[in-house]
Antibody, heavy 120, light 111 residues
């Protein structure tokens, strides 16, 4: 059974860099059938795609966040990571890692989510 | 402002049928990109409900069904149950933005 688990600090100061890791178990991130992605949800609001990465290292980002986002993958550790720089209070959200299928781009597996608050 | 438009809320009595619409444009749903639906119960992560417009993952009751036409898609729930009370989100791909896009979400209340 595939499981995704987000980890990282729950509190980040304004202007600093948010860093999260998604540890994948029960399956390999080297699968050619899936991307590995990040999606966030501000409290009480909707879902926003941040970006996705393919096992080859090719990464795709939401244009609205592209200048601040880096997603990387470590196939040896079976995990992938998110870095979001120059954060502000608007980046406060539940951050989910998920597995979008290459064919169709739907996410059939999600982590439980981790709340990141941006505050001094 | 979400790229895909959903009604903020819908409601229905137990046993009734409700539908949730998801309206896009010629650069996403109208361009032929698939629509997917997620159910988010309170305090939990979204769960895939319908994928590629009409397909149900294993374990999703056949009370849930999806359809797509033109620049819109719909999620229908028949035989409404109290446990269906949740937020529902549609998702597609937008070629103008080169991005996965979500609807703003619809809160379903079971009366």
């Amino acid at each position: 059974q595939l499981q995704l688990q987000e980890s990282g600090p729950g509190l980040v100061k304004p202007s600093e860099t948010l860093s999260l890791t998604c540890i994948v178990s029960g399956g390999s991130i080297s699968s050619s059938n899936y991307y590995w992605g990040w999606i966030r949800q501000p409290p009480g609001k909707g879902l926003e795609w941040i970006g996705s990465i393919y096992y080859s290292g090719s990464a795709y980002y939401n244009p609205s966040l592209k200048s601040r986002v880096t997603i990387s993958a470590d196939t040896s550790k079976n995990q992938f990571s998110l870095k979001l720089s120059s954060v502000t209070a608007a980046d406060t959200a539940l951050y989910y890692c998920a597995r979008p299928a290459v064919a169709g781009l739907y996410s059939d597996n999600w982590g439980q989510g981790t709340l990141v608050t941006v505050s001094s | 402002q979400s790229v895909l438009t959903q009604p903020p809320s819908v409601s229905g009595a137990p046993g009734q049928r409700v539908t949730i619409s998801c309206t896009g444009s010629s650069s996403n749903i109208g361009a032929g990109y698939d629509v997917h639906w997620y159910q988010q119960l309170p305090g939990t992560a979204p769960k895939l409900l319908i994928y590629r417009n009409i397909n149900r993952p294993s374990g999703v009751p056949d009370r849930f069904s999806g359809s797509k036409s033109g620049t819109s898609a719909s999620l229908a729930i028949t035989g409404l149950q109290a446990e269906d009370e949740a937020d529902y989100f549609c998702q597609s791909y937008d070629s103008s933005l080169s991005a996965l896009v979500f609807g703003g979400g619809t809160k379903l209340t079971v009366l």
